[in-house]
């Protein structure tokens, strides 16, 4: 069975400072797919960034980038130029090429200061 | 467009009634998920849907759990005889259906059932 391990329950960092969010999983798949949600106060899931595991190059969207470590089972999410904004429940979740199901790991409260 | 939207936002019931919670996916959607969340925890996977059918409900805890999806677009959520275990956020999701495992599932804001 595949599972998520986010071990970091809370972070917090400085507007503008650049905070990395860890997950690791475990699978004996070699075909998967990587997220990370984001969950606001308002309780609505929100996609991040997504990452295929046949995809060496780590995905970005605009400050929002990732450290994918196949071999480690490794993905970290990094924040830059952080913003009041992020303040949020940050998911990682493992799709397996063969269904549609997203794991999840219990997530990470991340606080932005101001 | 509109998102995916859940009523009721939130539910309060009492142990041992029924409760219905209803998902409203994005429009041509034709993917719909049901997913657990308790206090401190990710989601859950608990049903899927692929138009009518509920093509995978491996999810769902025990046979007080049901969800149908009869038109292939408004999806209920049935919970009968309710728990306080049962107690936790409820979210749907709905993703557009490319065959392939890519894509992006949208969620709702969710519905908190509080059962006392």
């Known amino acids: 069975a595949q599972t998520v391990t986010q071990s970091q329950p809370e972070m917090s960092v400085q507007e503008a400072e650049t905070v990395t969010l860890s997950c690791t999983y475990d699978t004996s798949e070699s075909n998967y797919y990587l997220f990370w949600y984001k969950q606001p106060p308002s309780r609505q899931m929100i996609l991040v960034i997504r990452q295929e595991a046949y995809k060496q190059q780590n995905a970005t969207e605009n400050r929002f980038s990732v450290n994918f470590q196949k071999a480690a089972k490794s993905f970290s999410l990094k924040i830059s130029d952080s913003q009041l904004g992020d303040t949020a429940m940050y998911f990682c979740?493992?799709?397996?090429?063969?269904?549609?199901?997203?794991?999840w790991g219990a997530g990470t409260k991340l606080i932005i200061k101001p | 467009g509109a998102g995916v939207s859940q009523t009721p936002s939130n539910k309060v019931t009492e142990k041992g009634k029924y409760v219905e919670l209803r998902c409203d996916p994005i429009?041509?959607?034709?993917?719909l998920y049901w997913y657990r969340q308790s206090l401190g925890q990710g989601p859950e996977f608990l049903i899927y849907f692929q138009g009518t059918g509920a093509a995978d409900d491996s999810g769902l805890p025990n046979d007080r759990f049901f969800a149908v999806r009869p038109e292939g677009s408004v999806s209920t959520l049935k919970i009968q005889r309710t728990e306080r275990g049962d107690s936790a956020v409820y979210l749907c999701a709905s993703s557009p259906w490319t065959g392939g495992a890519t894509d992006t599932q949208y969620f709702g804001p969710g519905t908190r059932l509080t059962v006392l």
């Open positions: 979740a493992f799709m397996r090429d063969s269904n549609y199901q997203l794991i």
């Open positions: 429009s041509g959607h034709t993917a």
